[in-house]
């Protein structure tokens, strides 16, 4: 079993940044991959990051390529989404995912067992 917490969401203005943290409690970090996903009101849920178990290896969709930048500290147990240059069409309840079968940075959503209760990120123009 896996308990994830997301944190660091909020309202900020378009062109700023913001970092979203999710701490992992459970089974052994470093040993499965993690992801962020998003959704915007209306739409259904949308991959925005991933990162392997030991971080060396990353995938993002296109629109936040360049801007967002996924991150893991194993000795925490925590890995992080930073967001910059962050636009109107980010704003959404941001998830953080464990895929405790998969080591590789994988963007199917249905290879994640656990989720986090979400955090809002609002950019306003």
């Known amino acids: 079993q896996v308990q994830l917490v997301e944190s660091g969401g909020g309202l900020v203005q378009a062109g700023n940044s913001l970092r979203l943290s999710c701490a992992a409690s459970g089974r052994t970090f470093a040993s499965y991959a993690m992801g962020w996903f998003r959704q915007a009101p209306g739409k259904g849920r949308e991959f925005v990051a991933a990162i392997s178990g030991s971080g060396g290896n990353t995938n993002y969709v296109g629109s936040v390529k360049g801007r967002f930048t996924i991150s893991r500290d194993n000795a925490k147990n925590t890995v992080y989404l930073q967001m910059n240059s962050l636009k109107p069409e980010d704003t959404a309840v941001y998830y953080c995912?464990?895929?405790?079968?998969?080591?590789?940075?994988?963007?199917?959503?249905?290879?994640?067992?656990?989720w986090g209760q979400g955090t809002q990120v609002t950019v306003s123009s």
């Open positions: 995912a464990a895929a405790a079968r998969y080591y590789i940075a994988t963007y199917s959503e249905i290879q994640y067992d656990y």
